[in-house]
Structure formats: structure tokens, C-alpha cells
């Protein structure tokens, strides 16, 4: 039998001991480096939704119209309208289908559009 258990090709090193002390820094090192997006996550800048966007664009806007030296917030907040607007027009939405009596939430099809709303508005998970 060619090949077989006996042949000294075949045998196997002895299991090397573990190291309790480097493994447990590696453990440890792991969790710092899923505390820092965790804790970047939280400080996302980002906007939930349109509806911030309409809204900060709409304060801007009165504030800049009101007070004369402000004009360039105007214009901001004039921007922000748009992009909110824009943006809540290629809001991703699902529907909801009836099947067997029992209401099913279907994703949408994805979009590049999608994509871009994803990329522009903060989110709970990853993009549908």
C-alpha cells in the first residue's frame, strides 16, 4: 500500500500547547478594534431622512431671507430644499403583498439611485 499510515511521510507533529497569554491578547485586541466603528457609527453626521434635510433647508432659508447679511445662507438653505426633495423622491420603498392571508413587507429592487440614498442618509442596517 503505498502511501499508508506508517511511512514516515505520514506522521503527524505533536499538537503544540496553547498560549493562553498571547491568545488572550488577541481576544482582547480584537474588541478595541470593534469598539472604534461602534463608536465612529454613533458620530455619523449623516441625516436620517429627507425630512431633516427639508427641514435645516427651510430654517436656513427664513433665516437668510430675514436677516439681510445672511444671503449666502439663503442660498444654502435653498440647496438643501432641493437635495431633500430630490432625495425623498428616490426614497427606497417597499411594498406590502397579501399572501395566504398574511401581510409580507417585499424589499425593493435595487437602484442606483437606491444607492445613492444609502450612501447620503444614515441607516440602521446595511442597504436593502
Known amino acids: 500500500m503505498i502511501g ?19 491568545a488572550v491578547r488577541n481576544i482582547l485586541r480584537k474588541r478595541r478594534q470593534r469598539k472604534i466603528p461602534t463608536f465612529l457609527r454613533r458620530l455619523d453626521p449623516r441625516p436620517t431622512s429627507p425630512g431633516q434635510v427639508l427641514l435645516v433647508g427651510l430654517v436656513l432659508a427664513v433665516a437668510g431671507s430675514f436677516i439681510p447679511a445672511l444671503h449666502l445662507v439663503l442660498f444654502i ?24 392571508n398574511r401581510n409580507i413587507e417585499l424589499p425593493p429592487r435595487k437602484r442606483w439611485s437606491h444607492r445613492l440614498y444609502w450612501i447620503l442618509y444614515r441607516h440602521s442596517g446595511p442597504p436593502a
Open 4 to 22: 499508508g499510515p506508517n511511512l514516515p511521510d505520514d506522521q503527524r507533529l505533536p499538537p503544540e500547547p496553547i498560549d493562553y497569554e498571547s
Open 77 to 100: 438653505g435653498l440647496a438643501l430644499l432641493v437635495i431633500g426633495f430630490l432625495s425623498g423622491l428616490v426614497q427606497p420603498q417597499g411594498r406590502t403583498v397579501t399572501w395566504r
